[in-house]
């Protein structure tokens, strides 16, 4: 079965678009997205991020930063995720802002206050099709190294969704086999278009 897929972070792009490019380039119909206010990117100190607002292209970030200090965003991993970014799609796009994409079947999110937000957001659309969407919450840390390993993680879980007849049948079994196999513990939940 071909699922659609969502992949959904807060701000930073790093999880949800290591996740995007792992399947894209496994073929899968995916798609990806933030949730928060705007596109918030490590900066020279804690107290001063990059920000940038959502539909801003990759290109414009990655030129953006490689003026300011291309050391510093070279060594932070900044430039390499934002160069991995451009050859996945134009720019970030905000979950709440873009319903028209949907409908998806699987929307995987990468922490849990992200999750409850899709599951909110879905709660309060009109759910005129009544089609069914499952929302998985998987816990990464947001980092390279942990995206990189989330991001292998959700290509293995949407692998096993894609190949069941009917993911709907088996939820339960394909999330109890993932836990045990990969000893993360997986929130999900079902909600409607």
Not at 19 to 37: C, I, M, N, P, W
Not at 93 to 104: E, K, L, V, Y
Not at 155 to 183: G, M, P, S, V, Y
Request: net charge negative; charged share 30%; hydrophobic share 35%.
């Amino acid at each position: 079965m071909k699922l659609r897929y969502a992949m959904v972070c807060s701000s930073n792009q790093n999880r949800s678009m290591e996740s995007h490019f792992l399947l894209k380039r496994e073929g899968f119909d995916v798609a990806s997205y933030g949730t928060g206010q705007h596109v918030k990117l490590p900066g020279p100190s804690i107290r001063e991020p990059n920000v940038y607002d959502f539909g801003t292209p990759y290109k414009q970030m990655f030129d953006d930063l490689r003026r300011k200090d291309v050391e510093l965003y070279k060594r932070n991993g900044i430039l390499p995720m934002l160069k991995r970014n451009l050859g996945v799609k134009l720019a970030p796009q905000r979950w709440q802002d873009n319903a028209a994409d949907g409908p998806f079947d699987v929307v995987i999110t990468f922490e849990e206050k992200v999750f409850d937000l899709v599951l909110e957001d879905l709660h309060n659309r009109n759910q005129v099709l009544l089609k069914p969407v499952l929302v998985i919450n998987l816990e990464v840390k947001d980092n390279h190294e942990e995206a990189a390993i989330g991001g292998r993680l959700a290509l293995i879980l949407c692998q096993e969704l894609d190949a069941t007849e009917n993911w709907e049948d088996t939820i339960d079994d394909i999330i109890n086999n993932f836990e045990k196999q990969h000893r993360r513990k997986l929130l999900y939940s079902i909600s409607f278009y």
